[in-house]
């Protein structure tokens, strides 16, 4: 087996390849959208986020000192259950807390704290007092916000604009084909800017808000490096 092939108990028929893609994939561990790293059956479509690929057996969070959570490839008994960070359903990989009951998908739990590309700096609170830049409301899930505590979003409302660009994952006619779309969420009526300001600083306020949203999406999606690169040479080009 070579250095970037692993064998998984979730699809023990074949060898996983690890893989780059900036194309959104659906991980068939955790049911949820992923981007950039994964481990990939190419024979059978099947694809895995790496926090899914390798999880730990048991892990704790900032947000709930008194849990252990353990990872389940399932979520536990028969009564639907949702991820205590962004609200979503879990129907599949999950790491749950026993004697609280919360329960969290597996890239949710790996949620960085802070994501620092030198210019612009988040941190991921359970709960903030400021409303969210997507919804307008205060509290919901765990958020996103600037150190300058202007940009805020929801970890819950990221998802939800995923779920509104990509509603169909799956598309084309013939059994085991599948596609996905690219498309980055808009951020047209997402991001809201005040009116008392001047053009110039309402335009850098967007760009900011829009890398801010960048990296937040792709820190939901499992792996928070994967669109630093392009959003900053996007943003480099403008100068």
């Known amino acids: 087996m070579k250095y970037n092939e692993i064998s998984h108990f979730s699809h023990p028929q074949h060898i996983l390849k690890f893989e780059y893609t900036e194309v959104p994939f659906k991980c068939d561990g955790c049911k949820e959208v992923g981007i ?21 057996l048991s892990i704790s969070h900032p947000f709930y000192t008194k849990c252990s959570f353990q990872f389940l490839s399932r979520p536990p008994g028969d009564t639907p259950r949702y991820c205590n960070a962004c609200e979503k359903d879990v129907t599949g990989f999950v790491y749950h807390c026993k004697t609280c009951g919360f ?4 890239c949710c739990a790996k949620l960085p704290m802070v994501l620092d590309d030198g210019e ?3 941190y991921l609170y359970r709960k903030v007092r400021s409303p969210c830049h997507r919804c307008g409301r205060k509290g919901r899930s765990w958020s996103y916000q600037s ?4 940009y805020n979003l929801h970890v819950a409302c990221v998802r939800e604009m995923l779920v509104e660009n990509w509603h169909e994952l799956y598309f084309g006619g013939g059994k085991g084909s599948r596609k996905l779309q690219s498309q980055i ?3 047209k009526n997402t991001l809201q800017t005040p009116h ?7 335009k850098k306020c967007c760009e900011m808000a829009a890398l801010a949203l960048q990296f937040i999406i792709s820190a939901v999606l499992g792996d928070p490096t994967a669109l630093i690169a392009g959003v900053i040479g996007t943003l480099m080009s403008r100068a």
Request: charged fraction near 30%.
């Open 36 to 56: 950039g790293s994964r481990y990939r059956c190419s024979f059978c479509d099947f694809d895995l986020h790496m926090h899914c690929t390798v999880p730990s």
């Open 103 to 106: 329960d969290l998908h597996p």
């Open 185 to 187: 969420p808009s951020l």
């Open 120 to 122: 612009v700096k988040l």
């Open 147 to 150: 150190a300058c505590k202007k």
């Open 196 to 202: 008392k300001r001047s053009k110039g600083k309402v």
